[in-house]
């Protein structure tokens, strides 16, 4: 006799949930290291150690860069450090909760938790105190409310609010965020343009008008006051080739970032496996690609690919045009995208033997690069922290340091270690400056591919007298070889 499938009760349901809160928690918890912050992270810590939020907002302002322009990320840090603490796990840590919206937003998608705790993009930045985490979860709740508005039928709005709810949650992230939740928004017109014809839609989008209204205003304010990331050059297409590279989970298969961005062919020696592992992972992700586009109606389909990629043309002709780096971070948002035909792929494997092995191999490959990037020590950050102890212990000794780096990481660390007179110390590197290679003892350059860009930043210092004396990452360290030991 045949019984009808017995229904999951509330109860194993919610269990169910916190079993799989509890797991995110932990995995999320590992990717997250004590390795020093780099320059990026260092601002938002020194902001999010201001005692006040006045003094908050106050530095927020005066440092400038593109941490202006992520508003409710920044914020809520601040609130975050005053209950978890200051160190870089417990800052770090403020990522867990987007972590746990990411994947709980999406847990019906079958193996979306597998796909989404195994990518190395998604657990590398679970791991760094910026907003891709934010952004992630924002675009995993804009997945599932397109999907409600795929569902809809027409003359309903089922996942409309849904939608300006995952826009809204998308541009308070960051300005560039907010192209994505543009897309967001232009991909629900698509799949029901009658929307706009409708006296409901509107009824319902005023809800939402004012909200969206002060945020455009505030970034207005940002960028008139001339608030925006710091140039670096560098952009173009091949950026966003390496944004590509990135979010499709290869960079712990291969060279680090500071390789990278050094030369691209740091590249070639890795292309005996990187060639395979990317041919592996686009397979798996084409075969639950191709059955989602069999599977899906027309219109949905288009709308679906405008609110991917428009944002990511978007992007690409501000590379172009402004000369900017549009890496895998900017398209965090989008890791849904790459994500949940991964999913496809291994939950429809059980019957086509060449998907389920592909699909594991993708999987397999996926663990590897992550834990490459978590435990490898050429994937790990700029060491602000061992530069400024080098720096705050040759001032002691009274020498001249020509500090070529940010500042706001060493502030950070100055106050970390030795409270406000230390901080102060770490100052002097700013207001103490050498004014030429021939009044300094000692320099300290991060990054010189940048510092120096088109120059030969060794023959530059080698004949201003001064002789390499350590290394590590993101750091070099230089000394005068005819000052004195002490001042």
């Avoid at 509330?10 to 269990?15: I, M, T, Y």
């Avoid at 999907?147 to 308070?172: E, M, P, W, Y």
Wanted: net charge positive; with cysteine; glycine share 8%.
């Amino acid at each position: 006799m045949m019984h009808p499938p017995s229904e999951v009760s509330p109860a194993k349901s919610r269990l169910a949930l916190l079993g799989l809160i509890a797991v995110t928690l932990v995995v999320g918890a590992a990717s997250i290291s004590q390795q020093s912050f780099w320059m990026d992270e260092g601002s938002a810590a020194l902001k999010a150690i201001m005692p006040t939020f006045r003094e908050w907002w106050k530095m927020t302002l005066e440092l400038r860069g593109s941490d202006v322009q992520m508003p409710v990320y920044m914020a809520t840090l601040w609130l975050w450090e005053k209950v978890a603490g200051n160190s870089e796990f417990a800052l770090r840590a403020f990522n867990l909760p987007f972590l746990v919206l990411m994947v709980v937003a999406l847990r019906k998608v079958p193996l979306w938790p597998l796909v989404c705790l195994t990518s190395p993009f998604v657990l590398y930045y679970v791991g760094e105190l910026r907003p891709y985490t934010m952004q992630m979860a924002g675009g995993a709740l804009a997945a599932a409310a397109l999907a409600k508005v795929c569902q809809s039928r027409a003359n309903h709005f089922d996942g409309l609010n849904a939608i300006f709810a995952a826009a809204l949650f998308l541009a308070a992230s960051s300005l560039t965020a907010a192209v994505w939740a543009g897309g967001l928004v232009l991909g629900a017109i698509v799949i029901h343009p009658y929307w706009l014809k409708s006296r409901g839609f509107w009824t319902r989008a005023a809800i939402w008008f004012s909200p969206f209204l002060a945020l455009g205003g505030y970034y207005v304010f940002t960028l008139v006051e001339g608030y925006r990331a710091t140039g670096s050059g560098g952009g173009g297409l091949l950026s966003i080739a390496f944004g590509a590279y990135e979010i499709g989970g290869l960079l712990g298969l291969g060279p680090s970032r500071n390789e990278l961005r050094s030369s691209p062919l740091a590249l070639v020696s890795h292309l005996p496996w990187l060639i395979p592992a990317a041919a592996i992972l686009f397979l798996a992700w084409f075969i639950g690609a191709k059955k989602w586009f069999k599977e899906t109606p027309f219109r949905n389909r288009v709308g679906i690919l405008c609110a991917v990629l428009v944002p990511v043309f978007l992007l690409a002709a501000v590379s172009v045009i402004a000369d900017f780096r549009v890496l895998g971070r900017h398209l965090s948002p989008a890791i849904p995208a790459v994500l949940l035909p991964l999913a496809c792929c291994l939950a429809n494997a059980a019957r086509k033997p060449f998907a389920l092995t592909v699909g594991t191999l993708a999987i397999l490959l996926s663990i590897t690069s992550a834990l490459s990037l978590r435990f490898q020590r050429k994937h790990a950050r700029d060491d602000y922290r061992a530069a400024t102890r080098i720096a705050l212990q040759a001032l002691a000794d009274g020498k001249a340091v020509l500090w070529q780096a940010d500042m706001s990481t060493p502030c950070y660390y100055a106050y970390r270690s030795g409270g406000v007179a230390a901080f102060h110390n770490a100052l002097r590197l700013k207001s103490e400056t050498p004014s030429g290679f021939m009044f300094a003892d000692i320099v300290i350059l991060n990054r010189p591919d940048i510092g120096y860009r088109g120059q030969n930043h060794h023959q530059t210092l080698t004949q201003a007298a001064f002789v390499k004396d350590d290394s590590f990452n993101g750091f070099e360290v230089w000394s005068n070889r005819y000052s004195s030991p002490t001042r």
